[in-house]
């Protein structure tokens, strides 16, 4: 077992912290977390820790620090956890299978992760709508993974589902933030599986969250259309 001691920069609202918490917590390694609430979260007052200003380079949650060495990117982090840490891993063992994770992260990253932003930085119904279906498009891809597997690359959780969890926890907050269509049964299925795994219950919300979450952006909505009228 290491005796690293790994300390978690992040916050609950934030995807990309989820997706290193999920990790950690699915992997068994042991970790404590520091909350730096984002910008837009963050209370009056509040004191932003000198170590996170001085390691995270665009001053941007999640960072990580493992035995005084730090890193921040949520998928680097995701990277360095699998270099420092062998007796667990979210990644296959060869080399071909490595690679079809990797492209599914990217592909997640890019093509799940930038319409769900849109659904809940919207600001008119017409963008949230838009933002909406090219979610629902990218889930149709993850629905033809999932014909082939249990899991999004491979036979078992891997590095793919940390990038999920961070858009499943926040799925019923998408919706009342105007999120439409239903997902694959396929899909749907997933986010039960997922729900099953160690890692999940450090991540997923109370319908607290789901309802703190919800009401910061009908918020902000409400101001950017006030000042735009
Ligand atoms: N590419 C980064 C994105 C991280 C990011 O955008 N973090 C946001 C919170 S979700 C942040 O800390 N923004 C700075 C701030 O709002 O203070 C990653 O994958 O970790």
């Given at each position: 077992m290491s005796t690293s001691t790994v300390t978690l920069?992040?916050?609950w609202i934030c995807p990309f912290s989820v997706r290193v918490e999920f990790a950690l917590a699915q992997r068994g390694i042991e970790y404590t977390v520091v909350d730096v609430p984002p910008r837009a979260v963050r209370p009056k007052g509040f004191v932003v820790p000198e170590e996170f200003i001085a390691h995270s380079p665009k001053l941007e949650v999640p960072?990580?620090?493992?035995?005084?060495?730090?890193?921040?990117?949520?998928?680097?982090?995701?990277?360095?956890l699998e270099e420092k840490f062998t007796d667990s891993s979210l990644l296959p063992s060869d080399d071909a299978a490595q690679a079809l994770?990797?492209?599914?992260?990217?592909?997640?990253?890019?093509?799940v992760y930038r319409p769900m932003i849109g659904v809940y930085y919207g600001t008119d119904a017409a963008l949230i709508q838009e933002s909406s279906v090219a979610f629902m498009k990218a889930m149709e891809t993850v629905d033809q993974w999932l014909q082939s597997s249990q899991w999004l690359a491979g036979d078992?959780?891997?590095l793919a589902e940390a990038i999920m969890a961070g858009v499943y926890t926040r799925l019923d907050g998408l919706r009342q933030l105007g999120l439409t269509g239903e997902l694959p049964a396929s899909v749907q299925q997933h986010l039960e599986r997922c729900s099953e795994l160690g890692g999940w219950k450090k991540v997923e919300w109370s319908s607290e969250?789901?309802?703190?979450?919800v009401g910061r952006f009908l918020k902000y909505r409400e101001i950017q259309n006030s000042t735009k009228n």
């Open positions: 920069f992040g916050h960072m990580v620090k493992i035995d005084g060495e730090y890193l921040a990117d949520s998928i680097p982090i995701l990277e360095w994770v990797r492209e599914r992260v990217e592909w997640l990253n890019k093509y078992t959780p891997t969250q789901t309802s703190d979450f």
